[in-house]
């Protein structure tokens, strides 16, 4: 019997984990994407250049960055007043992060996404040595810790420092969340599972609105985030550790009374376990890594096409959601109708990858994105509307093609090396994300088109590669390296006989339980 015969493909065990992380992406996502109300655009004015004895009584500062001096000469400001319309106390008033130190804000930015990197690098590794549960609980002590902290920043730099440990631990309890959920869930219920999980994200992008629009100073407002994750630390023990993992690590006594709880929650038939078959070999797969995954040809041509197609759709989003700010009119209006985005989004990939393939719904959805970012160009300027209607079709499509890649680089490659795998293709991503805050700067000291020819062309490239990658629906998701390298190949005659008993290799020994016995009987 496979595992999941025993315990049920999708039950009240699987539900409750994954209702706990559904939670954690939802609070996951306000720590994100709490840096646009942390440190929105704000009007300001000049209110005292740098050589205050040059200024006579009937100098106005009209300015925001310079004035005019009595004596006819431009001085720089040294202070300033902000509108506190929509934002009552922020980072940018707090530290005075305009005009020559407008950049740190985007610097903020990169630097949480840096953390990100480093996070779905380490953590990834760690996950798959020691298991998913205990880097589940070392990344909720690093965010939530980080997160109380950073209230109490006197300083950018503080601010800045303590944002890369939220980010550090937060992406590590994500990722290896959905790792684990994909994991538990039996063949037929794990693309709804990865595409529901999604959902988190984005009900978080939309709720965010709502916390920003009440707790308008941002020291609350990052109480009120910080306090949003401790119910995590309550749910604790509604969160197993991979049975997958323990199979392929040989961890038989916990694997026995793991299977046996869920049984018992799923409401599974009663088995007596006699003993569970690990095959020779498995002893082998305990220490794979990246690198083990890179000598394998057929592996590392689709690790490092993900690579680039992570890079790509974290560039695209980033730099979208980002920059809401700059689209005209309610920041608040236009980054909840952003965030509404992903609703539709993840119903369209919830119905492309159930209803057709994980490959063809990957690749019309980056080039309806790619081509409605070429749209834009094409909008005449007086047609405000028009472009931020394409703007939204690309952030859509965008956001539906990176909540599929986590699907399918999870079936893509084997339970020894998939958090590290997934963990890579992520930490590529960080790339994207860390460069996608510094897109304004490129349209301001280029051209206002530049952003979106780099994201047509980008996406268009990433859809056009994701062709060269198998069809992973509806496939057993592979164990080994051995069936990672064959996974997706059609096999000939010799290599089935080599790779049929790997196909047993998840399968459990048991004897049946003396009322089944007299059944058979």
Request: hydrophobic share 45%.
């Amino acid at each position: 019997m496979d595992l999941f015969d025993v315990i049920g493909s999708y039950g009240p065990w699987q539900r409750r984990t994954f209702a706990v992380f559904f939670y954690i992406n939802l609070v996951g996502c306000w720590q994100t994407h709490s840096i646009t109300f942390l440190a929105p655009n704000v009007n300001f004015e000049c209110v005292e250049p740098r050589s205050t004895s040059l200024v006579d009584n009937s100098t106005t500062f009209n300015k925001r960055c310079e004035v005019l001096l009595a004596n006819g000469t431009v001085e720089k400001c040294t202070r300033w007043e902000y509108d506190v319309t929509n934002f009552s106390r922020n980072i940018v008033s707090e530290w005075d992060l305009v005009c020559d130190h407008q950049w740190l804000v985007s610097v903020a930015k990169s630097v949480y996404m840096f953390g990100f990197m480093a996070s779905v690098f380490i953590f990834g590794q760690i996950s798959d040595r020691l298991g998913r549960f205990p880097t589940i609980v070392i990344c909720y002590i690093i965010t939530t810790v980080a997160m109380f902290l950073s209230m109490l920043s006197s300083s950018y730099t503080m601010f800045t420092v303590l944002r890369f440990f939220q980010a550090f631990g937060r992406t590590g309890l994500s990722i290896t969340g959905i790792v684990l959920i994909m994991e538990m869930m039996g063949p037929g219920h794990r693309a709804e599972a990865g595409i529901l999980i999604q959902l988190g994200f984005a009900f978080g992008f939309i709720t965010l609105v709502a916390v920003a629009w009440f707790i308008r100073n941002w020291f609350w407002f990052q109480f009120a985030l910080g306090m949003s994750l401790l119910p995590v630390a309550f749910c604790s023990r509604f969160v197993p550790e991979s049975p997958r993992w323990l199979l392929m690590r040989g961890k038989k006594d916990r694997l026995e009374r793991l299977v046996k709880k869920a049984i018992e929650l799923n409401k599974r038939p009663n088995i007596e376990f006699k003993d569970i078959d690990l095959l020779k070999g498995n002893e082998d797969q305990n220490t794979k890594t990246l690198f083990h995954l890179l000598k394998m040809p057929t592996m590392r041509k689709r690790i490092f096409i993900m690579f680039y197609v992570w890079i790509v759709n974290a560039f695209t989003y980033y730099g979208l959601t980002f920059n809401t700010n700059d689209i005209g009119g309610d920041p608040y209006l236009n980054f909840f109708i952003s965030g509404l985005m992903d609703l539709p989004s993840a119903v369209l990939i919830y119905w492309g990858a159930l209803k057709l393939l994980r490959r063809p719904t990957f690749l019309w959805l980056t080039f309806v994105g790619g081509a409605a970012c070429f749209a834009i160009l094409v909008v005449p300027t007086q047609y405000i509307w028009l472009q931020t209607t394409f703007a939204m079709i690309g952030k859509l499509c965008v956001t539906g093609s990176f909540s599929l890649l986590y699907i399918y680089a999870s079936e893509m490659f084997p339970t020894v090396v998939r958090n590290t795998a997934l963990g890579s293709c992520s930490t590529c991503a960080r790339v994207g994300s860390i460069l996608a805050p510094f897109v304004r700067e490129l349209g301001l000291y280029t051209h206002h088109s530049v952003p979106n020819v780099l994201y047509g062309v980008l996406a268009l490239t990433s859809g056009l590669l994701s062709l060269l990658l198998p069809e992973t629906k509806g496939s057993n998701m592979p164990d080994t390296m051995e069936e990672g390298e064959a996974f997706g190949q059609v096999p000939s005659s010799d290599h089935s006989s080599k790779m049929k008993p790997q196909t047993e290799r998840s399968q459990l020994t048991m004897t049946p339980t003396k009322a089944e016995h007299k059944r058979t009987i």
